[in-house]
């Protein structure tokens, strides 16, 4: 039977009923500065099982507990290790998950039987506020089906997720538009297991450290599988217009519209700007899903800072397999 999904504007009031909701073992998209997750109490196995049916998630793929107050990671795991506490002194709150030794506390379900979570503390205050009046992590994996595009507006939740959460808190455009960076430290050694909203390079600046990418053979991380993060329709990277021939298609630029006529033709951004083209990727997507348009061009941003984690979700949105 298909449940009717409520459908809300973030105000202190419905913070309240979504933290209620939460409290009883229900599940509630919450928008997050990256993308909108969909969250359940992380202690509690029956309701994180529900966010598995939601999504249509293969129980091996773990969660993101988020967190409120960097104090609440004592509770997850069990060694911070001083290393991954200067990454947490750093980047939090923000768009950075670090992978940890986990608590036996933290349900499997949770990790997927892994001996390690993932934590991160988000800076959106929406989020905040909803953990806080939770008053325990909330476990939330982007509110998307598995290997599809991640909302960024909760319009895109309601439509992906039509048997869905017991409500979804409408915040409006999520800032970044693009997930976490995901980091792993192991042996004294930092993995990057996935480009986020925090570019890689950033991270290496400030915190003065060398991040290892994992083999690709070795996936630890399902968001590192070949196609993720893809669109019903058919993705083609093109370098210009001229190799871009089909004008039913969607025509997605870089900086500079193209000239031809595609029926939906958009610039991630005119300045230039790879925050301004992170935050309109996903958006552009799930456009041209509502118009249902079958193909779509799309241009490589420059592969530096925050163009890697775009220019990676490119690639994996147009991988035919894998
Ligand atoms: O920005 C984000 O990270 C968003 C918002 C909602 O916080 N969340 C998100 O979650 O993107 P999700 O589930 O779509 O992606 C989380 C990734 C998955 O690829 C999962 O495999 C990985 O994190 N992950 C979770 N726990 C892990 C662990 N213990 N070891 C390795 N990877 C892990
Ligand atoms: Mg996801």
């Given at each position: 039977?298909?449940?009717?999904?409520?459908?809300?504007?973030?105000?202190?009031?419905?913070?309240?009923t979504?933290?209620?909701i939460?409290?009883?073992?229900?599940v509630?998209?919450?928008?997050?500065?990256?993308?909108?997750?969909?969250?359940?109490?992380?202690?509690d196995?029956?309701?994180?099982?529900?966010?598995?049916?939601?999504?249509?998630?293969?129980?091996?793929?773990?969660?993101?507990?988020?967190?409120?107050?960097?104090?609440?990671?004592?509770?997850?795991?069990?060694?911070?290790?001083?290393?991954?506490?200067r990454?947490?002194?750093?980047?939090?709150p923000?768009?950075?998950?670090?992978?940890?030794?986990?608590?036996?506390?933290?349900?499997?379900?949770?990790?997927?039987?892994?001996?390690?979570?993932?934590v991160?503390?988000?800076?959106?205050?929406?989020?905040?506020?909803?953990?806080?009046?939770?008053?325990?992590?909330?476990?939330?994996?982007?509110?998307?089906?598995?290997s599809?595009?991640?909302p960024?507006?909760a319009?895109?939740?309601?439509?992906?997720?039509k048997?869905g959460?017991?409500l979804i808190?409408?915040?409006?455009?999520?800032?970044?538009?693009?997930?976490?960076?995901?980091?792993?430290?192991e042996?004294g050694?930092?993995?990057?297991l996935?480009?986020?909203?925090?570019?890689?390079?950033?991270i290496?600046?400030k915190?003065?450290?060398?991040?290892i990418?994992?083999?690709?053979?070795?996936?630890?991380?399902?968001?590192?599988?070949?196609?993720?993060?893809?669109?019903?329709?058919?993705?083609?990277?093109?370098?210009?217009?001229?190799e871009?021939?089909?004008?039913?298609a969607a025509?997605?630029a870089?900086?500079?519209?193209?000239l031809?006529n595609?029926?939906?033709?958009?610039v991630?951004s005119?300045?230039?700007?790879?925050?301004?083209?992170?935050?309109n990727?996903?958006?552009?997507?799930?456009e041209?899903?509502?118009m249902?348009?079958?193909?779509?061009?799309?241009e490589?941003?420059?592969?530096?800072g925050?163009?890697?984690?775009?220019n990676?979700?490119?690639?994996?949105?147009?991988?035919?397999?894998?």
């Open positions: 039977m298909k449940k009717k999904s409520n459908f809300i504007k973030v105000s202190n009031k419905s913070l309240k979504a933290a209620k939460l409290k009883k073992g229900g509630v998209a919450f928008p997050t500065e990256t993308v909108y997750g969909l969250g359940a109490c992380a202690f196995s029956k309701a994180a099982a529900k966010i598995f049916k939601i999504k249509k998630r293969p129980f091996f793929d773990p969660l993101i507990v988020h967190i409120c107050d960097k104090s609440q990671l004592s509770i997850l795991s069990l060694e911070i290790p001083p290393k991954v506490k990454l947490t002194d750093l980047f939090w923000g768009p950075l998950t670090l992978i940890l030794k986990k608590k036996e506390s933290v349900p499997d379900i949770v990790t997927a039987g892994l001996n390690t979570v993932a991160r503390m988000p800076s959106c205050q929406i989020s905040l506020k909803l953990i806080k009046e939770a008053g325990f992590p909330i476990a939330a994996p982007s509110a998307n089906l598995f599809r595009i991640s960024v507006r319009s895109h939740v309601k439509n992906q997720l048997n959460p017991d808190l409408d915040g409006g455009k999520t800032l970044k538009g693009l997930e976490s960076t995901i980091i792993k430290f042996k050694k930092f993995y990057i996935r480009e986020g909203a925090l570019p890689s390079d950033k290496e600046k915190a003065k450290i060398k991040l990418k994992p083999k690709q053979a070795k996936i630890t991380a399902p968001g590192m599988l070949k196609k993720h993060y893809s669109p019903k329709a058919e993705v083609i990277i093109v370098k210009g217009e001229k871009a021939g089909d004008l039913r025509y997605i870089f900086k500079k519209l193209p031809k595609f029926k939906y033709k958009k991630l005119s300045k230039g700007c790879l925050e301004e083209a992170a935050a990727l996903f958006d552009f997507f799930h041209t899903e509502k249902k348009i079958k193909k779509i061009y799309v490589k941003v420059p592969h530096k925050l163009g890697k984690a775009i990676d979700r490119i690639i994996r949105a147009a991988a035919k397999e894998g």
